[in-house]
């Protein structure tokens, strides 16, 4: 008997964590493969986006989805190298187009034998001269889609090379951020003789990626604020039941133990 209760406790705290998850959650967070992107690997900012994606970015059989072609410039796959592999590589591309280029290389936090925050890993070998979040504006006239995106933008230095490297990270919806769960996409150009043309190309490419790649989501309100939106007075009635049930069934296991 006193084994049955016990059950009944355990069963009330899931249902009871379960009912709170989906009352506090968007229907989004529960019923779409949701990725969210943002800039910052460990804290959510103000630039957070909630999106969908043509492809799943953590399968590596669907890696060969990512189109050849994107905003006209085509691509070709190159060797990963052993210290990139160790940082979690797992795609590697050059897009070009006439004389622009950029360095298209995707990471995985769960191929990353060692990782480092990229502004400690460039200044290691690189001088970096500027570290911004850039805004880029994405939607153009009668096309569906981002308005504007928010990418980190670094300027390196070594010699006489400089690069633009534009970075940001994707999880998948309503996991907590940590150092095994993410990806991290960089999108790199050299800068020839205009450091703004440079610019521009690597912006570009990223507005394009976006737009042929993501598809943005909206959050919707909670699933408990829509249940009182739907039914008035009497959704705040089903929301005190739905958590209620749960509670009773652990108060009454509680009592009958004694």
């Excluded at 703004?196 to 912006?203: G, K, R, V």
Aim: a negative charge; glycine letters at 6%.
């Amino acid at each position: 008997m006193q084994k049955s209760q016990e059950y009944l406790t355990v069963i009330g705290l899931f249902v009871l964590v379960g009912v709170s998850i989906l009352l506090l959650s968007s229907p989004e967070d529960i019923f779409s493969s949701m990725m969210v992107i943002d800039v910052s690997q460990t804290q959510k900012t103000e630039y957070e986006m909630l999106v969908t994606t043509v492809f799943d970015f953590k399968k590596t059989e669907e890696l060969d989805k990512l189109p050849k072609i994107i905003g006209g410039m085509e691509s070709r796959d190159l060797e990963i190298t052993e210290s990139e592999h160790s940082m979690g590589a797992v795609l590697k591309r050059m897009y070009s187009q006439g004389n622009r280029s950029v360095l298209f290389i995707l990471l995985s936090s769960q191929n990353m034998s060692e990782f480092h925050n990229l502004e400690i890993c460039y200044s290691g070998s690189w001088n970096l001269t500027e570290n911004v979040v850039e805004g880029i504006k994405a939607q153009k006239l009668g096309e569906a889609g981002f308005d504007n995106i928010h990418v980190n933008k670094f300027l390196i230095r070594r010699g006489d090379l400089e690069m633009v490297v534009l970075h940001w990270f994707m999880w998948d919806g309503g996991v907590v951020r940590s150092d095994k769960n993410f990806m991290l996409i960089q999108v790199a150009t050299p800068v020839d003789q205009d450091r703004q043309e440079a610019i521009d190309s690597a912006e570009n490419f990223t507005k394009d990626f976006f737009l042929t790649i993501y598809k943005p989501v909206a959050k919707t309100k909670k699933i408990g604020e829509q249940i009182i939106d739907v039914f008035g007075v009497f959704g705040y009635l089903i929301d005190a039941v739905l958590i209620l049930i749960p509670l009773l069934m652990i108060f009454n296991a509680s009592i009958s133990k004694k």
